[in-house]
């Protein structure tokens, strides 16, 4: 299902339940001291909400920072492994061959082996370390002639570790989601949060069905937005791999 509509029915159907229970215990419940219990049902609100609008913020923002840097790390592995290509040019025409296929060879398998298990967050299984292994091995037999080639190899080793770590920490970012504690303290708090805006009184029942079903529909909204965000590579963020499609083509 699309992404939005599913959102729609997330925030439908929280607000709708939440207006029908404002409405039921405003014109069922009992009246006597509803209004003289808004201040106490106020002053607990205030802390039970405000600790739960901290706690959401705290994760989305978090969520969002990893989502950054997720795409961050794509572009340092492939631009990465570009680099290494390119110094390997440098060295001998089969070492300099011999890599830049081999790099491609990596970047067609992140793509179409990496990607959609990342994206569907299940376990990566691919020969991408073992063709990280292989280039670096090509780099470190080939010649060196020269004081140019000698930086030039140097060159490649730096740029494959820095793609060894991104490639971690690709990896790494496609396993990371919110955990079911958190999980838990923001579903029980959102839930507690809207109980207790139940409680005040009003002189009007429409008015108080609207505040409370707009309370639910913007908790709802911050809560799927973080179901959404766990995963950078799937879900609503949904990063691509546009970067190793872009090395793909620099490789000629």
């Keep these: ?5 599913t959102g729609l029915l997330w925030v439908g159907g929280a607000t709708l339940i939440a207006a029908v229970l404002a409405y039921v215990i ?3 419940g009992g009246q006597e001291g509803r209004a003289a219990n808004n201040e106490a049902a106020g002053q607990v609100f205030t802390i039970v909400g405000g600790l739960n609008a901290v706690l959401v913020a705290f994760v989305l923002i978090a969520l969002f920072d ?7 790390s794509a572009y340092q592995e492939a631009d990465g492994l ?5 110094a390997a040019d ?8 011999e890599v830049r296929e081999l790099s491609r060879a990596y970047a067609t398998t992140v793509i179409n082996d990496e990607w959609p298990g990342m994206a569907a967050g299940e376990d990566v299984v691919s020969d991408g370390w073992g063709q990280l292994d292989r280039i670096r091995q090509v780099v470190a037999a080939a010649p060196a002639d020269d004081e140019w080639q000698v930086s030039r190899k140097t060159e490649a080793a730096n740029q494959l570790w820095r793609v060894y770590q991104a490639r971690q920490a690709r ?4 396993g990371g989601s919110v955990s079911a504690v958190v999980w838990f303290v923001l579903v029980l708090g959102s839930v507690l949060t809207v109980g207790l805006s139940l ?8 008015t108080q069905v609207i505040i409370v079903a707009t309370l639910a529909a913007t908790i709802t909204l911050l809560l799927y937005a973080t179901y959404q965000l766990q995963n950078p590579y799937g ?7 546009d970067a190793f499609r872009s090395a793909v083509e620099r490789f000629g």
Excluded: C, H
């Excluded at 990893?66 to 961050?72: I, L, T």
């Excluded at 879900?235 to 691509?240: H, W, Y």
């Design 171 to 174: 990896l790494d970012a496609a």
């Design 1 to 5: 299902m699309n992404i939005y509509a």
């Design 90 to 97: 440098a060295l001998s025409r089969e070492a300099g061959g």
């Design 26 to 28: 405003r014109r069922y």
């Design 235 to 241: 879900g609503g963020a949904e990063l691509g791999p």
């Design 199 to 206: 409680l005040f009184g009003g002189p009007l029942v429409r």
């Design 66 to 72: 990893q989502v950054g840097k997720a795409g961050d």
């Design 82 to 86: 570009v680099a290494a290509t390119w």
